[in-house]
């Protein structure tokens, strides 16, 4: 097949897909990677009923597959792989035939490798072939001080001495380039993942800068969002958009992205909602999920796309099956969602942060002895928050000490953090269990919730169903989320007890209310498949919507919060927009916020119609100081003309759905001085 005639194909496939969605197959298996994780894929067989299997409390179908990587945001499987799992998310049986048709024909096509030049040149290479007492399956340099790969066309070289290169000397030099510039983009890494120290990390952009300009695809990646954001360079989006195309003409999803991001913000080209839907697709095609989670939302919303709840669902549920698989029992990171219009009308009240002064009076009393200082610093900086990094090293060292003055709750977390492992503390069955029994036996709900799991899954003892339940239904009679879910996967999967799909309703819902994020997971797929409840999709694309918001990406909140607070509004507003896009009705209202201060990377023209905008999508997810900002923009004309009637509305539905005292002063005086209505002074 020619070039032309393969691009053809991806175009229309690409076309077919974007405006498809709503009648994808949901019988299918999905599979996703995203810039950082192999998503797992299990949820789309409508029949529940029979095979099915629990893991962590997650529900998953034996029909598909589950391969969870723990990772960082920042670290991305390779490109052949984003690829290999992207053609299995598009779930059809044409696709699926045709890369099975190809990878047979490369199979049966793979070239044979020829000698260039040497004393055998046009032969072909034998493998193995001995050298130096050593036998070659493979191309070498050993032997050449130019690096450059050979290969004998007999078995044994030193016999026949028949040669050749494997490579031409422009292909060499090309070879020797690239991995020049891998080792520059791993120090750079190196460096990276190492510090924490700013000055540590901003040498490291500085290897990637150079790694980048070799071309580093990865490399390119990194740089390109740093510029975009402002992240240790100095922000330029001129430059992050020159490298995004470049990025875009290799096929890299995480450019395509950014591509459609730029253009669906108009920052550095002219806005562009068609264009950046074609790029949206073409990374979503290739894997990214943050492409995937912007695609769910604006078929949700209906933004640039006819509004279609089936193809939210679509998009909505393969993100959230990575991110349920990435989520622990602890439950996940803690999301700061912090809105700066409550921040400057109380500093510091409406964040939920806690102030530097406030943890080091709790650090010393800590050091003082004091148990429930330790408990609660120990949790702190076990799942981080509230202004407090995650640092499993200190919650380890706080919970070894209250653990030590007999606390039954930081036995238990000790439990969990062994049971769970990480680089700090090495994964332990047996001294996990330990914990865990010293605290149950002390009546802990979480210790008792650790015993339930390790008979559940033999982590430690054997397999027994029935203590596992008698430990979860414990945990859950105290409240504790962990036993209430893991009580509703064993009603739903039916392990130890019969099936009951009302029972692992009842549970689940429990655990929801307490915030577990599988929880809505799992009512989520309950509700997207009518299993134990009615179907409906828009209940399912709210539970895995809420799922898709707790993935690592949410920490961009808190950087974007932080550039605010130093001041770097810029950088802020370009976070907190990429957020937007992908539907946190936070990051809408905090973009729309900053705009309205007019924000200088915009033009000065552009910055209220943009803000408008953002305080539309945050109101219509029901943010009621959005709504009065809509309002407030319609009655005075900014960013739209000057229309009473339409300002009255907004107040009203501020003033009916979310009973605001502002919005109902400002139907008072619209209806005492006739705007927008029927004159109305009376009492």
């Not at 936070?586 to 552009?606: H, P």
């Not at 803000?611 to 407030?632: C, E, F």
Request: proline fraction near 1%; charge should be negative; glycine fraction near 10%.
């Amino acid at each position: 097949m020619g070039r032309r005639a393969r691009l053809g194909l991806v175009l229309c496939v690409a076309v077919l897909w974007a405006g498809g969605l709503a009648a994808a197959d949901e019988e299918g298996n999905q599979d996703e990677s995203l810039e950082s994780k192999t998503l797992s894929a299990e949820d789309q067989v409508k029949d529940h009923s029979t095979g099915t299997r629990v893991v962590a409390g997650q529900i998953f179908l034996e029909s598909g597959k589950s391969d969870p990587q723990s990772e960082d945001e920042e670290n991305f499987h390779s490109q052949e792989e984003e690829k290999e799992n992207s053609l299995e998310e598009l779930n059809s049986l044409e696709m699926s035939n045709l890369l099975n048709k190809d990878l047979e024909e490369a199979e049966i096509q793979s070239p044979v490798l020829t000698a260039i030049g040497g004393t055998a040149d046009g032969e072909p290479c034998h493998f193995p072939f001995l050298f130096m007492e050593k036998e070659y399956a493979e191309c070498t340099a050993d032997g050449r001080e130019d690096g450059r790969l050979w290969c004998a066309t007999t078995y044994d070289y030193k016999k026949d001495q028949k040669w050749g290169f494997c490579e031409t000397e422009e292909q060499s030099n090309k070879r020797r380039q690239m991995q020049e510039a891998e080792d520059v983009y791993q120090t750079g890494m190196k460096i990276l993942n190492e510090s924490s120290k700013k000055a540590q990390k901003k040498e490291a952009y500085q290897y990637l800068l150079k790694a980048a300009d070799m071309n580093h695809t990865k490399a390119m990646e990194k740089v390109s969002y740093a510029l975009l954001f402002g992240d240790y360079l100095k922000q330029n989006i001129q430059s992050s958009k020159e490298l995004f195309e470049k990025l875009t003409e290799e096929g890299s999803p995480k450019g395509q992205m950014a591509l459609g991001f730029l253009y669906a913000s108009g920052l550095g080209v002219n806005s562009s909602q068609a264009k950046a839907l074609v790029y949206y697709t073409f990374g979503a095609l290739g894997g990214n999920l943050i492409a995937h989670m912007i695609l769910g939302y604006r078929y949700w919303a209906g933004i640039g796309v006819l509004q279609s709840c089936e193809s939210a669902l679509t998009h909505y549920r393969l993100v959230a099956n990575h991110v349920a698989s990435d989520i622990s029992l602890t439950g996940g990171t803690v999301v700061q969602r912090i809105r700066l219009a409550d921040e400057v009308e109380n500093p510091g009240m409406a964040s939920g942060m806690l102030e530097e002064d406030l943890i080091q009076y709790y650090q010393f009393l800590a050091e003082k002895g004091d148990v429930q200082a330790q408990v609660g610093l120990g949790q702190l900086h076990l799942h981080g928050g509230r202004g407090v990094e995650q640092n499993h090293q200190r919650a380890f060292e706080y919970f070894n000490q209250a653990a030590n003055a007999g606390n039954s709750h930081a036995m238990a977390f000790l439990g969990k953090m062994y049971s769970e492992g990480s680089d700090v503390v090495p994964q332990s069955n047996e001294t996990a269990l330990q914990y865990f029994k010293k605290a149950a036996d002390m009546g802990n709900p979480v210790g008792q919730s650790g015993l339930g799991m390790a008979y559940l899954y033999g982590r430690g003892v054997p397999v027994n169903y029935e203590l596992a339940l008698k430990y979860f239904q414990k945990a859950a009679e105290q409240g504790w989320v962990d036993g209430q879910l893991q009580l509703g996967s064993m009603y739903y999967n039916g392990i130890g007890v019969k099936r009951d799909y009302k029972q692992a309703l009842k549970y689940f819902n429990l655990a929801s209310q307490g915030g577990h994020i599988l929880a809505f997971y799992n009512l989520a797929q309950m509700h997207a498949t009518g299993t134990g409840v009615m179907r409906s999709c828009h209940t399912a694309v709210e539970l895995f919507k809420n799922v898709c918001e707790r993935g690592r990406w949410s920490e961009r909140l808190m950087t974007a919060y932080n550039s605010y607070k130093d001041g770097d509004s810029n950088s802020a507003v370009v976070q907190y927009l990429l957020l937007a896009e992908q539907g946190y009705e936070v990051a809408q209202s905090n973009a729309a916020f900053i705009l309205d201060q007019k924000a200088s990377i915009v033009g000065e023209n552009e910055t209220y119609p943009r803000a408008l905008l953002h305080w539309n999508r945050a109101a219509s997810q029901g943010y009621t100081v959005a709504r009065i900002k809509l309002g407030d923009y319609h009655f005075y004309g900014f960013g739209t003309d000057v229309d009473y009637e339409t300002a009255f509305i907004h107040y009203r539905l501020a003033s009916e759905q979310q009973h605001s005292a502002q919005a109902m002063f400002n139907l008072g005086y619209m209806h005492e001085k006739g705007l927008g209505i029927k004159q109305n002074g009376n009492c």
